[in-house]
């Protein structure tokens, strides 16, 4: 595997996408799941700790998801 690439030899990605995307998937994926829960809030710190990402960058692209209504904040 070479160093800046994090697949192994010989596999090529399907799709690329940036780290904002990436966040943004993953983060409606678990809001998706945990809707079933009456509606319950879930918080930025309680979805970066799960993504491992920064709440600060997580913030930013829920914020940006918010502005397109995909999420409510």
Do not use: W
Not at 25 to 54: F, K, M, P, T
Not at 58 to 73: C, E, G, M, Q, W
């Amino acid at each position: 595997m070479k160093q800046h690439d994090r697949h192994p030899e010989g596999v090529n990605p399907m799709l690329r996408i940036s780290e904002a995307s990436n966040l943004a998937v993953h983060a409606l994926a678990y809001l998706a799941r945990e809707q079933d829960d009456d509606r319950r809030h879930v918080s930025v710190a309680e979805i970066s700790q799960l993504l491992g990402c920064s709440p600060s960058h997580l913030a930013k692209v829920l914020s940006n998801l918010a502005h397109r209504r995909f999420v409510t904040s």
